[in-house]
């Protein structure tokens, strides 16, 4: 009679040791450092496109026409152009227009901007809407010329 109350006492200890140390094995706690480096944007650049024709054409008094720009961009990564703005400098007519000496060309910057530029892009192609227009203060020798009107805009990763 003695034997199976002994076996039972042996039990529940087996079993008392065995949680103690199933729950020893599964708790802990521990502390450490990580590392990161951030890289540096390469620089996004924007110039005129010429390699369409345009739908919109600037005359003298006329509606405003579309400014065509071509963005490039170098990086891994998606950039997105939040502002393009009026850049330093004139509004200038092509080489081959010399008697253009007033153009009467304006900008207008486009009020909101969000246009994706995808990672590792040679030239992503956007219009302006009606964003140049030509007053009538246009001197004749503007006539069929291609105006450079120069642009900044603001990107974010």
Do not use: W
């Not at 521990?30 to 890289?39: E, K, L, R």
């Not at 369409?52 to 961009?73: C, F, H, I, M, R």
């Not at 891994?76 to 008697?99: E, K, L, M, Q």
């Amino acid at each position: 009679m003695r034997r199976p109350i002994l076996v039972a006492i042996f039990c529940a200890l087996t079993m008392l040791l065995s949680a103690g140390a199933a729950r020893a094995y599964f708790s802990g706690s521990g502390s450490g450092t990580g590392t990161a480096s951030v890289g540096t944007m390469q620089a996004v650049t924007v110039a005129a496109y010429t390699g369409e024709t345009l739908t919109s054409q600037l005359y003298p008094g006329g509606p405003a026409a579309d400014v065509v720009l071509k963005v490039t961009n170098p990086n891994n990564f998606t950039v997105t152009v939040t502002s393009v703005t009026a850049g330093v400098g004139p509004i200038t007519a092509d080489g081959s227009h010399p008697a253009c000496t007033t153009t009467g060309v304006t900008f207008t910057a486009p009020g909101t901007v969000n246009l994706a530029v995808p990672a590792n892009t040679t030239g992503a192609v956007f219009h302006l809407p009606g964003a140049a227009a030509m007053s009538t203060a246009s001197s004749n020798g503007c006539q069929g010329a291609t105006f450079s009107i120069p642009v900044q805009i603001t990107v974010h990763s």
